[in-house]
């Protein structure tokens, strides 16, 4: 029985290959402590879903980060990725829904079209970059969206996060898909600014459970300010 997100806070419980976590089976305890803080959901790679389905009643949003040398798509590209997450139990599936080209001719339609084949039940999440995109996503299905890839595609590159216009005019435009903000968000203040604009939920993931880069971005402050 697949669970619905609420309103609220989904904390992103992550350690993709190369950080200092990968592999440690670690982020349920991550999501243990977002649970015990008051997070809504969790947000998790599917080789992680397993553990934390475990250790928490929470709904998880499933994604597969899997790079082709023919895309640049690589947040659960093809039909591929979901199999591999309608194993996993989780809740909702996070897909790249931005208008890049992805590996294998797959497209964004079809593989919307492939899980409510297999899983009419599951929920889906659109991570874009752009409103054409969103827009798209939300005309073709989608549950959510998200604000995931801002600033990280070539079209949106230099753009900076959380980018409040943008959420307004997604809260704005969005017709059925519940707009999900998520990137770049590190203080209360920016949190503030980002509720106001109404979103259904908020994702945040860095600047909770990443102590590499929490570390780093106060270290750069002492440096900075000692020369």
Same mark, same amino acid.
């Given at each position: ?12 419980? #992550? ?28 947000? /998790? ?7 934390? +389905? #475990? ?9 597969? +980060? @899997? ?5 640049? !798509? ?7 990725? !979901?199999?591999?997450?309608? @194993? ?5 599936? /996070? ?8 590996? #294998? ?10 899980? +409510? ?19 798209? /996503? ?16 070539? @079209? ?15 809260? @704005?435009?969005?017709?059925?898909? +519940? ?14 600014? !980002? ?33």
């Amino acid at each position: 029985m697949y669970k619905e997100l609420a309103r609220g806070l989904i904390v992103s419980c #992550q350690a993709a290959e190369g950080e200092v976590f990968h592999g440690l089976d670690l982020m349920r305890y991550m999501a243990r402590a977002a649970e015990s803080g008051g997070a809504v959901g969790i947000r /998790a790679l599917a080789e992680e879903i397993p553990s934390i +389905k #475990q250790v928490t009643d929470l709904p998880v949003i499933g994604l597969v +980060k @899997k790079k082709y040398s023919d895309s640049d !798509v690589y947040i659960t590209p093809t039909r591929r990725e !979901v199999d591999i997450l309608l @194993k996993t139990g989780c809740d909702v599936i /996070a897909l790249d829904a931005t208008l890049r080209s992805r590996s #294998q001719k797959e497209t964004v339609e079809g593989l919307v079209s492939y899980i +409510k084949s297999c899983a009419p039940d599951i929920r889906i999440m659109a991570d874009c970059d752009c409103l054409e995109s969103a827009l798209a /996503a939300d005309s073709i299905g989608f549950d959510y969206v998200g604000t995931t890839m801002r600033g990280y595609t070539e @079209k949106t590159q230099g753009i900076n996060i959380p980018d409040y216009a943008f959420l307004k005019e997604l809260r @704005k435009s969005l017709r059925s898909a +519940k707009l999900i903000a998520e990137g770049g968000i590190w203080e209360v203040s920016q949190l503030e600014k !980002v509720l106001e604009c109404d979103p259904y939920a908020v994702v945040i993931g860095t600047a909770i459970t990443r102590p590499a880069d929490i570390t780093a971005r106060f270290a750069k402050i002492i440096t900075e300010k000692r020369g």
